[in-house]
């Protein structure tokens, strides 16, 4: 380290002792050691401080010697100042007299240098400075200078050019406002080398306006304005050291405007005229009328179209705003791209409308962001699209413009060019939307840039040719339609990742703000021009009309919009909807209704304000339903304000609609099922779910057909899901009225009036039992008082359906049992809840349950008749023999809660002909049947009161004790014939039913059963006798002995169960839980066997039956 820091000390004072050097190729060694002494101070931190602390003295050796004649010491010294001014840890060490010093030199250099390595080192150590703005700024004269001498390259060399390019660009990073404001000088000598037959040349200048376009564009005025001195000033002559300037008609005024070119007031009288007239000569517009121009036209004369059309955007854009002020130059220069867009070559045409692009930054000229942004803003926020700005545009001659620039993009865009044409031409079309600022929401563009290029792309449709340029303006409208917002914040600059801002290829950003209510019309097209391509389409479609819906919204949740605006747009919606139900399949169609449903608010869709007039064809079956038989007594969706619905009544008889006639995708299908499952759930979740429900009931009547079932199994599993997890369907304490009654009654019955209302029985109903029961089993838990009162609407529809069923010819029961079989386990799960609620009054034996049963007694009725029903079902489909089972084992447990003999006795009444059908049928019977023949038996004995077998009783069960007393089935006979002995055995007279008396004599006869009870000292020696006037027989057992002594009757002994019949017709018996007597209900029976005990017995059936 030591050695090298010697080193440097060494070199130091040889560099700087002009006296100690007495040989150049000493001090080109010494700049030789320096410079690898530079190179390895980049590995070596002391060493480069070391440099640094002498940058003073070797930088003083380095200015004196760039100018030196011998190239090689020349060289060395710029390539050692190169490193020291370009690296920080050094350059940012340097004084400000240093840097003055290097950079008078470095200018120095330039312009007097003749050896071209010189020169190109020279405008290097100027591009690779790192001095800070401020040193610079002193300076940016005599580098520009030194920078346009390199530019002109007097030595031919391209790398010296390449440099200069560089040095440019540097400048512009650290001082870019003193860059743009003398760009007439160092700007011209780049452009004019894009017509150079040299492509390294023209390409190099090319890339370097690439990266200086945002300090030239637009151009300042110097650059592109033509000096109208120059003109002026034809000669300029020099005599004897005085200046004499031959004018013609040149004033005094001509001068002051030259003098206006912001040049120096430093400079002699010499140099000002001097740079007065180069910069009149390289103002743009002069240079393009007098070389370019016709240069232009020799490089496509040449063949050279897309070099041309490189540079005649570039010329283009440098003219910039002027270019309205040259309009015959202008002119001129346009018909170059006439020719180019017309080639067959796509290259030549993608370059063409590059270039084309140059023509946007010329002629769109729009008022400062900032007010134009807060006018868009104000007339959005007011649903006006009238801007205040609306005079601009044909102030500023803005319209012709615009309609100049889309005359050559929409014939391309139209034409059959290749994909690449095609994509080229959106991107300058994206590129013109992007200058328009926040303009591209005015009406007028909308309807000249917007407009047309929309619809050119979208009436084609989504081909394999068109489909890049599909997507690309899918994309666009797609952002318009989305954006809701307005940031008057955001500038012109605005990045790429907006979330409203459309991206080509380029990543142009668009400038959209939120549209009014007007402007959905547009999109509404558009969505239907989708529609006409079909399938290929429809996504497009969907997406679109998702996003203006939102936009929809937007504009729906001001205040200020008007009533009718908001009538308005969703009558738009619907009749568009309407339409797109006539092109699309069903299931594509049903999306639509979900958007339109899920992104407007329900304050919006459900308001009882915005009512729509419903298409009579989406009612013209009801009518004719309210007539049938079975829902008479029913009004099913009665119209109380004509066909004036809500928005989302609308939507759904829509959806429904869809679903019940698709003829592709049938509403069993799984994707149609879990979109109308969604569907119903949302609806339920987000509106009133009266509203939806009563809807989708009268949407099922409006359509009485099978597939409806399925739609039925549907909305049932959604209304169970929903009460299941909101409680506040209806409450019970707030005293529901009579329409939810008869709405869930509706729904319920729908299945059964289906089959009612249908002449072909061959439907399968398997999957409508478990969702109908659980609906109803939700229904009870969740409101019982609610279920109680479906029962009552229910029953006429279930009395209606048995008589339709009995009528269904017997070929086609085989086909229609499982609506018997849902029927049965429909009125067995209303049978289980009614026993379920009458729990707390088991449990309560103080409690009456009469009031209970009267509840039951028409649910009991309906079961009996299915039982009958189902009776003869089983003759000929034993199937159904499930479903019978379960009823009977629903009743059994019905009757073992019986307590009272009101409830026994009536429900007997009931059921006894329907389960003599049952019982009486060997090849039918089954184990429940027996149950609850055996549980009635057992139930009867144990009532309270107590049950008075007598007569009237016996004639009641004769024909069920007929069968089943002597039943071939001991599990039925011998329960029977115990029960008898127990009841009818001990009494001590009975008029016995004719039916009964042959099985009772044959039993009796058997010593199976017990009649009468008396002793007897003959027994066998009975007689039957006829007592005619009764119409009954009377088995009269007669004691010889007695009868022939004529003795007077021996008192008989009482049992114990006529003791407490006794006690309980004297009111002197307890209940069961012993608390008291009992309640008096049968009349005075006496145990003799007069006349006067029949009276009496015959009184009570006439009170009680």
Not at 235 to 248: E, T, Y
Not at 412 to 438: A, R
Request: charged letters at 20%; a negative charge.
């Amino acid at each position: 380290m030591g050695d090298v820091t010697n080193q440097l000390d060494e070199l130091k004072t040889l560099l700087s002792s002009c006296a100690g050097i007495n040989s150049k190729s000493d001090r080109s060694s010494a700049y030789s050691t320096l410079l690898q002494l530079e190179e390895h101070s980049t590995t070596d931190p002391s060493l480069l401080k070391s440099l640094a602390d002498s940058s003073n003295v070797l930088l003083s050796s380095m200015a004196n010697d760039i100018s030196d004649d011998d190239e090689e010491i020349a060289a060395q010294a710029l390539k050692c100042m190169g490193f020291m001014i370009y690296h920080p840890s050094i350059a940012t060490g340097i004084s400000g007299d240093d840097v003055d010093m290097v950079l008078s030199s470095l200018q120095k250099v330039i312009l007097a240098t003749r050896i071209k390595s010189v020169c190109n080192l020279g405008v290097w150590c100027v591009s690779v400075q790192q001095f800070s703005a401020t040193f610079l700024n002193a300076h940016i004269d005599s580098l520009v200078r030194a920078i346009v001498h390199a530019l002109d390259n007097p030595s031919g060399s391209l790398s010296t050019t390449f440099e200069a390019m560089q040095a440019v660009m540097k400048l512009v990073t650290q001082l870019p406002e003193k860059m743009r404001e003398t760009s007439n000088l160092w700007a011209p000598p780049i452009y004019r080398r894009l017509i150079s037959t040299d492509k390294r040349e023209k390409d190099m200048s090319e890339r370097c306006l690439l990266k200086l376009k945002s300090t030239i564009c637009p151009p300042p005025k110097a650059l592109s304005k033509r000096l109208e001195i120059s003109e002026s000033v034809r000669v300029a002559k020099f005599d004897s050291g005085r200046l004499s300037l031959g004018l013609g008609s040149c004033s005094d005024a001509a001068f002051t405007k030259v003098g206006h070119i912001g040049l120096r007031e430093h400079i002699t009288v010499f140099g000002f005229i001097n740079e007065c007239i180069i910069s009149s000569e390289q103002a743009v517009i002069l240079d393009v009328k007098r070389k370019l121009l016709s240069a232009l036209e020799r490089l496509l004369n040449q063949g050279m179209k897309i070099q041309a059309m490189q540079a005649w955007g570039w010329f283009t854009r440098l003219i910039g705003p002027y270019a309205m002020k040259n309009r015959h130059l202008i002119n001129q220069l346009l018909k170059i791209p006439e020719q180019t867009f017309l080639d067959s070559d796509p290259q030549v045409k993608i370059a063409s409308q590059i270039a084309w692009e140059a023509l946007v930054d010329a002629l769109i000229i729009l008022p400062s962001q900032e007010s134009m942004t807060k006018a868009v803003a104000q007339n959005c926020s007011k649903q006006e699209q009238t801007y205040k700005d609306n005079g601009v545009f044909e102030d500023n001659g803005l319209t012709k413009s615009i309609k100049l620039i889309m005359t050559p993009l929409i014939g391309i865009i139209s034409s059959k060019c290749d994909l690449s044409v095609h994509l080229s031409c959106l991107n300058t079309w994206n590129y013109l939307l992007y200058k328009l600022d926040t303009s591209v929401n005015h009406p007028s563009v909308i309807k000249t840039v917007l407009e047309p290029m929309l619809e050119v792309v979208f009436r084609v449709g989504p081909n394999s040719r068109n489909i890049w340029s599909w997507n690309f303006c899918l994309d666009l409208i797609d952002s318009y339609a989305l954006a809701t917002r307005i940031d008057e914040n955001r500038g012109s600059d605005d990045e790429p990742g907006d979330q409203h801002l459309a991206k080509s290829p380029k990543h142009y950003p668009i400038k959209w703000m939120p549209w009014n209510l007007g402007q959905f019309d547009f999109f509404v097209n558009v969505v239907h021009i989708f529609i006409g391509h079909g399938e290929v389409a429809y996504d497009a479609a969907l997406k679109l009309f998702r996003s203006s819906v939102k936009g929809v919204q937007s504009n729906l949740s001001s205040s200020s919009v008007p009533f009718s605006d908001v009538i308005s747009c969703i009558n738009t919606i619907i009749m568009c909807l309407e339409k797109i139900s006539e092109s699309v399949i069903s299931q594509t169609f049903l999306q639509f209704i979900e958007i339109a449903t899920g992104e407007l608010e329900p304050s919006i869709l459900g308001s009882p304000l915005y009512k729509l007039t419903l298409d009579t064809k989406y009612t013209e079956n009801l009518n004719q339903v309210n007539q049938l038989k079975h829902t008479k007594t029913m009004a099913i969706c009665s119209e109380e304000d004509g066909n004036m619905v809500s928005p989302v009544v609308y939507l759904i008889v829509l959806y429904f609609h869809t679903v019940v006639n698709s003829t592709s995708d049938a509403p069993g299908d799984g994707t149609v099922a879990r979109k109308l499952s969604g569907y119903v759930g949302l609806l339920l979740m987000s509106y009133d779910p009266y509203d939806i429900f009563h809807t989708f009931t009268c949407s099922l009547y409006n359509y009485l057909t099978t597939n409806c079932l399925d739609c039925w199994i549907i909305i049932a599993n959604c209304l169970k899901d929903y009460v299941d997890g909101n409680k506040d369907l209806v409450s019970c304490k707030s005293e529901p009225d009579d329409s939810w009654y008869l709405l869930i009654s509706h729904f319920l019955a729908y299945p059964f009036v289906v089959f009612s209302s249908l002449s072909q029985k061959k439907l399968d109903v398997v999957q409508i039992i478990e969702p109908w029961k659980s609906l109803y089993v939700c229904i009870h838990q969740g409101y019982g008082c609610l279920s109680s009162q479906c029962c009552k609407n229910l029953f006429p529809v279930f009395d209606r359906f048995l008589e339709d069923y009995s009528e269904v010819d017997p070929a086609e029961k085989t086909q229609s049992y499982d609506f018997l079989s849902l029927f049965g386990d429909a009125i067995t799960c209303i049978l289980e809840h009614i026993l379920k609620s009458s729990e707390p009054c088991q449990r309560n034996k103080d409690v009456d349950d009469g009031k209970r049963f009267s509840r039951a007694k028409t649910s009991l009725q309906c079961a009996a008749r299915f039982l009958s029903v189902s009776y003869a079902e089983a003759k000929i489909n034993q199937k159904i023999l499930d479903t019978t089972s379960r009823a009977f084992s629903t009743l059994v447990c019905f009757v073992e809660s019986f307590h009272f003999d009101e409830d026994i006795i009536p429900f007997f009444e009931i059921i006894s002909i329907p389960l003599l059908q049952w019982i009486s049928d060997l090849e039918l019977q089954h184990e429940n049947t027996i149950k609850l023949w055996i549980t009635i038996l057992n139930r009867s004995q144990i009532s309270r009161p107590l049950i008075n077998f007598n007569s009237t009783f016996l004639k009641l069960q004769a024909i069920l004790l007929e069968s089943a007393l002597d039943h071939p089935n001991s599990s039925i006979s011998d329960p029977t014939i115990a029960f008898w002995n127990s009841t009818y055995g001990e009494q001590m007279k009975l008029d016995y039913p004719q039916n009964l008396l042959p099985v009772l004599d044959k039993l009796f006869r058997n010593s199976k059963i017990k009649l009468c009870k008396r002793s007897y000292s003959r027994p066998d020696a009975a007689k039957i006798t006829t007592t005619l006037n009764r119409c009954v027989k009377r088995v009269e057992l007669v004691d010889d002995h007695a009868k022939g002594s004529g003795s007077k009757r021996k008192k008989m002994e009482l049992t114990e169960r006529q003791k407490e019949v006794r006690r309980a017709q004297q009111g002197r018996s307890k209940d069961c839980e012993g608390r008291g007597p009992g309640v008096r209900t049968y009349t005075s029976v006496d145990f003799s066997q007069g006349n006067e005990t029949e009276s009496q017995e015959e009184t009570y059936v006439e009170k009680r039956w």
